[in-house]
């Protein structure tokens, strides 16, 4: 019989139990520490172009390259967490992260840094799938939302405290120690799941690692996010170094497309995406991927650059949005379960696009508060499609396919957001350009230091550029709608969780329950 205790617990979080509480508990130690590290880092980057004497268009990889080497890792979590286990796997991604870090401490040049932020991205890749498959398994099908949602609460407080730890540490220490502060909290994360997590979490028949499918897919997203990046600094899209990247990365999806659907067992299993609703969700989810983590870019940009913030100051005016996200999270994780992720996620959808679209018109002299308004709002629209789109996904599996959907969704997450942060700094870049060009006396790049007159002169015209890529935002926003109606109208025609193995599709390759 539980006990009293067990029982208020369990009331507390949602009918959860303490096992999954504790599984979530460990899982999120992980989680924040990734997502604290992207929202602080792109705080610094006006920081780290200075002194490291990169422009936009070098030092916008920071934050790129780590998004793009977390879509190249993520296809292979499903696999490697079914080999191994989630507790080692898990073990070692944040040791690989930490590593990543320190090392991130010690770049002289943008180059290096560039290249260690790839490094700590493959630690950082594993995670976020890897800790969403031990809280989904943990959970099951009926109470995913409510647990989902209680790693995302924390998790999406990174938003509020990322760019305020990173302001601070900006302000009044060196930008090495933005990466240091990864340090301890990785430790402290490895030693909660050595304590806590059950050595074959997660463990089941892997088969044979799909080599093929991982060479062919993995430089085809790189080619594709570099060729994107490659546009404005190239001179146009018309250039041999940016179209052939890119069309290069397509034609490796596509043979990777094609090789998937031949082999018993491929690297990312897209047999899932036959089912309407977890196609639909899955299209949300990376649309939502560049909604998110695009403007995640932009928004700091444009209170340093423009409007003359601290980082520091930066971080305390886009805190907002997390809060939005934070309080919104319980309710969307309980109404998921209730009613269904469909009537959730498009509800969330539309007003993170209608809260986005303001954003199109800021000017130099934009009020903050109305600037905190929109930021609090569009963060009630991403609590309640981000993680509610994932668990309407969920939902539809059985917990032994949850590793390999896992990987699909979070690979197109950070495809998504790996795009968005691409194209939304290139559209930024020639906006400015053009902002600058046509300022008197106005030389260099959007980023470098100028007079305080100089700076005056212009911050009209750099609004609008700024203007100009938030309208580009909110489109993706917009785009996302669509997806999710038809993830509604997917529940609405068969609102019970199924397998996604039919009578008159092929049986869907069945990993042990964990």
């Known amino acids: 019989m539980a006990s009293p205790i067990n029982r208020d617990v369990e009331r507390l979080s949602g009918g959860l139990d303490r096992s999954t509480l504790v599984v979530a508990g460990v899982a999120t130690l992980g989680l924040i520490m990734a997502v604290l590290d992207t929202t602080i880092v792109n705080v610094a980057l006006d920081t780290l172009s200075r ?51 320190a090392l991130c401490a010690l770049a002289t040049s943008a180059g290096e840094l560039i290249a260690f932020r790839v490094l700590q991205g493959f630690g950082g890749g594993m995670l976020v799938p890897v800790g969403f498959t031990l809280v989904a398994q943990s959970a099951g099908p009926r109470r995913v939302g409510r647990a989902l949602a209680l790693v995302g609460v924390p998790i999406l407080l990174g938003p509020i405290f990322g760019p305020i730890i990173g302001g601070l540490i900006v302000d009044s220490a060196a930008w090495q120690w933005i990466f240091v502060v990864n340090v301890p909290v990785a430790v402290l994360a490895i030693l909660a799941a050595a304590r806590s997590l059950q050595p074959d979490a997660g463990r089941a028949d892997a088969g044979v690692l799909d080599w093929l499918g991982a060479v062919l897919l993995c430089p085809g997203l790189a080619g594709i996010v570099f060729g994107l990046s490659e546009i404005e600094s190239s001179g146009g899209i018309g250039q041999p170094k940016a179209f052939a990247p890119i069309l290069a990365g397509f034609a490796l999806v596509a043979l990777f497309v094609r090789h998937s659907l031949r082999v018993a067992r491929p690297l990312i299993e897209l047999r899932l995406f036959r089912a309407r609703g977890f196609r639909a969700a899955a299209i949300t989810t990376f649309l939502l991927g560049a909604a998110l983590l695009g403007p995640l870019l932009i928004f700091p940009l444009y209170y340093q650059v423009d409007r003359g913030q601290s980082a520091l100051d930066a971080g305390l005016l886009l805190a907002p949005q997390g809060v939005g996200a934070a309080l919104m999270l319980p309710l969307s994780g309980r109404l998921t379960d209730r009613i269904g992720g469909g009537p959730v996620v498009v509800a969330g959808v539309s007003i993170l696009a209608l809260a986005t679209v303001p954003f199109a018109f800021v000017s130099d002299h934009t009020p903050y508060t109305l600037l905190g308004c929109m930021l609090f709002v569009r963060g009630l629209g991403l609590g309640a499609s981000i993680q509610p789109s994932t668990a309407a996904a969920y939902a539809l599996l059985d917990s032994s396919q949850v590793p390999r959907a896992n990987a699909a969704l979070n690979t197109l997450r950070q495809i998504g957001g790996s795009i968005g942060t691409a194209l939304l700094a290139v559209i930024l870049q020639h906006e400015s350009r053009a902002a600058l060009s046509s300022a008197r006396g106005a030389t260099g790049g959007l980023l470098d230091p100028l007079p305080a007159r100089e700076r005056e002169q212009i911050s009209g015209a750099v609004a609008t550029a700024f203007g100009h890529t938030f309208m580009w935002a909110a489109a993706l926003a917009l785009l996302a709608v669509v997806p999710a109606v038809a993830l509604l109208r997917a529940e609405r025609a068969d609102p019970r969780p199924t397998s996604l193995a039919g009578p008159a599709e092929p049986e869907l390759p069945q990993a042990a329950a964990a």
């Open 51 to 101: 002194e490291l004497h990169a422009p936009l268009s070098t030092i916008q990889w920071v934050s790129t390259g780590y998004l793009l080497s977390l879509a190249s890792v993520i296809p292979l979590s499903g696999w490697i967490t079914e080999r191994f286990g989630s507790k080692r796997t898990w073990i070692a991604s944040i040791a690989l992260f930490a590593a990543g870090s």
